[in-house]
């Protein structure tokens, strides 16, 4: 079995390197051709040419395939479905802020966590991602974009803190100055309330951005939405995240998508500001995404629900929404692809999707 050479951290390559006979600088010299995108041993010119014929024989590296490509023509965000190397296809976007270019990234193939308004979750899970797999995505987008990556959201498929050992890792690798070398401050991880995994998090003391995605702060509510929530609930995950901010001295970042008569009455922004008492959260409104499975729909009292927040003095802000025209909910274009099977290495332009999907979208 051949080894996933770009999951493997500069330090785990210099000790493989040193073991097949070689200087300890080679561990070093591979990872710089990997992190700058290199898809095969033969473009690492600085090597001999015997041992790229041993590291072809010990060694895969992972290249993912553009399968379909999205261009917002409104504002220049891209979706892309990519194809990896067993055939599953995950979801990855890029987004253009005036602050840096953002990437939103996929942890898993599919997710298990079954919020109902979620499309990721639709199709159950499939496997996990490797930390390859995961970096491939900001370091692909990055050059098929031909614009410098500042930003990362770990919000797309998936679970994160479900693939825990996975992400820490990539986490490390795109954290390395001799790779990408994007600062954890520039790093989002967003959990559906995975308690366990946000204590073992605290303790590791990155310096990322944690978003907690709440939606609702009652059990009746969350539990209808999310059922994670019959594990861990509302008291039980505020009190992580209290514990979390106590840790790490890091605001948390709470999603509340808005869902019509769901969660946007004023008493539900009342207990909102109750549970974030002693703790300098930030609430992230968004726009319930409509997907074709699940009924529910956007809320209309986003303003008067902020504005009640800001009356207990918890910060809350509208989400921008960045491309609108090739807006598909997350998971949304991993799904049509499932269900067609076809259009393989297609470059769908948003005039296509405008004419495919005119009136679907909100
Ligand atoms: N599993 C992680 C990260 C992936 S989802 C998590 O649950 O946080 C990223 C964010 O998008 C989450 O806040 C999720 O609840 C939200 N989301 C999923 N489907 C949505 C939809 N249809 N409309 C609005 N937000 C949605």
Redesign the pocket.
């Known amino acids: 079995m051949k080894i996933d050479i770009k999951s493997l951290s500069e330090s785990e390559l210099t000790v493989q390197l040193r073991e097949l006979g070689e200087p300890a600088f080679r561990g070093k010299q591979i990872f710089v051709w990997l992190h700058k995108g290199a898809v095969s041993f033969d473009e690492m010119s600085n090597l001999s040419k015997s041992l790229r014929e041993l590291l072809k024989e010990r060694y895969f590296i992972t290249v993912p395939q553009i399968e379909r490509k999205l261009v917002s023509r409104i504002d220049g965000t891209v979706k892309y479905l990519w194809r990896l190397r067993d055939g599953n296809c995950i979801e990855t976007v890029f987004m253009k802020y005036r602050h840096g270019n953002s990437v939103c990234i996929s ?1 898993e193939v599919g ?1 298990k ?1 079954g ?1 109902v ?4 979750t639709k199709a159950g899970f499939i496997r996990r991602l490797t930390p390859s797999e995961i970096l491939d995505q900001v370091l692909f987008t990055q050059i098929d974009a031909g614009a410098p990556i500042s930003n990362i959201v ?7 803190l479900d693939n825990y050992d996975n992400v820490i890792k990539f986490l490390e690798l795109v954290n390395h100055p001799d790779g990408l070398n994007i600062g954890m401050r520039h790093i989002s991880l ?3 309330g995975l308690i366990e995994q946000m204590d073992r998090l605290a303790q590791s003391n990155l310096q990322l951005t944690l ?3 709440l ?1 609702a702060p009652d059990d009746a509510t969350r539990s209808r939405l999310m059922p994670i929530n019959r594990v861990a609930n509302v008291e039980m995950l505020m009190k992580a995240c209290h514990a979390y901010f106590q840790k790490t001295k890091r605001r948390i970042s709470f ?1 509340y ?1 808005m869902i019509d008569g769901m969660n946007d009455s004023n008493w539900q922004a009342d207990l909102l500001a109750e549970h974030l008492k002693g703790m300098p959260g930030h609430v992230n409104l ?6 074709k499975e ?1 009924p529910l729909q956007p809320s209309r009292r986003m303003s008067v629900f902020q504005k009640r927040l800001e009356q207990h003095s918890v910060t809350a802000t509208v989400r921008r929404r960045l491309g609108t025209d090739i807006d598909a ?3 949304q274009l991993r799904r049509s692809a499932m269900e067609t099977g076809k259009e393989r290495n297609e470059v769908m332009r948003n005039e296509n999707l405008a004419k495919n999907r005119s009136g679907r979208n909100p």
Do not use: D, K, Y
């Open positions: 942890t997710c966590m919020c308004f979620c499309a990721s770990l919000m797309g498929i998936g679970e994160p967003s959990t559906c978003s907690v995605s939606h999603e998508a968004i726009g319930l995404n409509r997907i699940s909910a997350c998971g």
